[in-house]
Every structure is written in structure tokens, then in C-alpha cells.
């Protein structure tokens, strides 16, 4: 069988899997086309499946697309569009760059807001276990109570605890993090239960694993710049909401792309997409590359 790093024990390890191996990956946010850095993390789990395939296994990978964000949103603003209207259009630009790379039949291609009801389903479990709290109309997940937040990361409780992530003055903790985005825009937001709003990325990810797997699976694939706290705050859910720890079993990551010195990224504007390569250069030798 094959060895395969695993970033949450830190060892190479011979990846030990039923026939039914179930993965989850880390997948793009639908505000731009997918770069040469997205497309890295697609095609090395790629490699995987078709490896699974070839030994006979009934492999699931669930590929999952962000179409609910703060990125998507302020893209709509700019362009005077609203969320879902930029959201489909990139989401039907990446299944072209799909079609081309080769790459539909491996993977289950699913978009975030598919699951909606999960989420809400996820934050009222959490808020009547005192979990998570309200702040106005927003909701964050209280991480002070987790047993194992940084184990995946490596970084100590400690470290965690001195890092602000999303300020806020009435918080429980600077770490804790939203699961329920207050916004009143029509254009933008879900009306539900809740309140107007959008659910938080790292639960978005989380209901997809929780609803496709049951909190229960074997490889989890992504970006190592997204282990923290991106990932470690997914465990985190899936620690309170299965109690269990962690619902993965390997943590497999590939390093960032650079240009010129950088990471690709499309923050710094330096972004070499999937689309202009494949109008150059033929699919294999991008794979090759």
C-alpha cells in the first residue's frame, strides 16, 4: 500500500483504508478563476484517485466549492452583481477548466451553500450546549472549550490564545471564530431562522464533511497554508459535534506555489491561470509540470 506523509501525526505512514475510502478536499472560492496554487492541490489528489482506481477502489472524493463568502460578496459589489450571480459564473468557469484538465470523473463537485439546513442544524446544537454565543446578531464558536485545539497545526494553546482572529470587544475569546454572518443587504444574504446573514467559512466545510461522511473519513486534502486555522477550526467543530478527535484519519497538504519569489495568490495579484496555460500548452505537460 502506499506511504503517504501525515501532516496530523508528523510521520510517513503506509495508508491503511477500506476499499470505500472516503476523502475530502479543500476546494476554491468561486470570486476568480482557479490559478496554477488551486490547481496544485486538485491535481495531486488527482494522482491519488487514479491511483485507488487502479488498485480497484471505490474511492468518494468531495471537492468543495465556497459560493458563500466576504470575497464573493465585495466582487458582486464592485461589479453591481449580486453574490449568486458571481458565484455561477466562476462556478461554470472552473467546470470548463474541469472538462479540459480531464478531471470530472473522480470527483463529487459540490457548492457550500447546498447546505444551508446542516449548518443552521450544526449552530443551534452548538448554542444549546453553550458552545457558541451570540454577539448582536452574530454567532461565534467558543474554542476555549476544546480539548485538542492546535494538535493539527502544532502550535500550543498558549500560541493560539494570543492570535486575534475576527476582533471583536465582546467575544469570549480573540480565537473564537463566526459561524453566523450578520448581513441585512437582500442581495447578498440567506434569510433563515437565524436571522439575515451567511454561514461562517469553516462551518460551511464542516457541514459539507458532516452531511457527505457523517463526521467520519479517511483523507482530508488541502493547502498547507489553510492548516491553520482554516482546518484546525473544522477539527474543532467535528471534536464538538461527534466528540471525537480527529474525524479524518490523514492529513495530506501541498506546499504554495511561487511566482517570482511570491506566493501565488490572488491577494497579490500575481495569479497564473489554469484557463491562459491550457490555451498554450497541452493538458498532459500542465499535469507534468
Known amino acids: 500500500m502506499l506511504k503517504i506523509y501525515n ?23 468561486l470570486y476568480d478563476q482557479i490559478h496554477v496554487g488551486n490547481f496544485r492541490v486538485i491535481l495531486y489528489t488527482d ?3 487514479r491511483y ?11 471537492l468543495n466549492l465556497t459560493d458563500m463568502d466576504v470575497k464573493i460578496i465585495e466582487k458582486a459589489n464592485s461589479e453591481g ?24 470523473n473522480l470527483y463529487k463537485i459540490v457548492k457550500t451553500s447546498q447546505y444551508i439546513s446542516d449548518s443552521i442544524n450544526i449552530i443551534n446544537f452548538l ?3 453553550d458552545l457558541a454565543y451570540r454577539i448582536d446578531k452574530d454567532i461565534y464558536c467558543d474554542l476555549s472549550k476544546s ?13 493560539i490564545r494570543k492570535r486575534i482572529y475576527e476582533p471583536h470587544p465582546l467575544k469570549r475569546n480573540d480565537f473564537d471564530f463566526r459561524l453566523w454572518i450578520n448581513l441585512q443587504d437582500e442581495k447578498h444574504s440567506l434569510n433563515t431562522e437565524l436571522g439575515k446573514g451567511i454561514v461562517g467559512w469553516h462551518l460551511q466545510d464542516f457541514s459539507v464533511i458532516s452531511k457527505e461522511f457523517n463526521g467520519n473519513y479517511d483523507i482530508h486534502v488541502g493547502a498547507k497554508e489553510l492548516i491553520y486555522p482554516h482546518h484546525e ?12 478527535y480527529p474525524i479524518a484519519k490523514y492529513f ?27 490555451n498554450e500548452y497541452d493538458v498532459d505537460s500542465l499535469k507534468l509540470y
Do not use: Q, W
Request: hydrophobic share 35%; with cysteine.
Open 7 to 29: 501532516r496530523f501525526s508528523g510521520k510517513k505512514e503506509k495508508l491503511k483504508v477500506s476499499k470505500d475510502v472516503k476523502i475530502f478536499v479543500c476546494g476554491p472560492t
Open 47 to 49: 494522482i491519488l484517485l
Open 52 to 62: 485507488f482506481n487502479f488498485i480497484g477502489f471505490n474511492s468518494l472524493a468531495i
Open 81 to 104: 452583481k449580486s453574490s449568486k450571480e458571481v458565484s455561477e459564473y466562476y462556478y461554470n468557469f472552473l467546470l470548463e477548466d474541469f472538462k479540459k484538465l480531464n478531471l470530472f
Open 127 to 129: 448554542l444549546e450546549r
Open 147 to 159: 480539548k485538542y485545539l492546535g494538535k493539527l497545526s502544532g502550535l500550543s494553546f498558549e500560541e
Open 233 to 244: 477550526f473544522i477539527m474543532s467543530l467535528g471534536e464538538y459535534y461527534y466528540n471525537k
Open 252 to 278: 495530506l497538504y501541498t506546499g504554495l506555489v511561487k511566482y517570482k519569489g511570491e506566493k501565488m495568490s490572488k491577494s497579490y495579484k500575481n495569479c497564473i491561470y489554469i484557463n491562459d496555460l491550457l
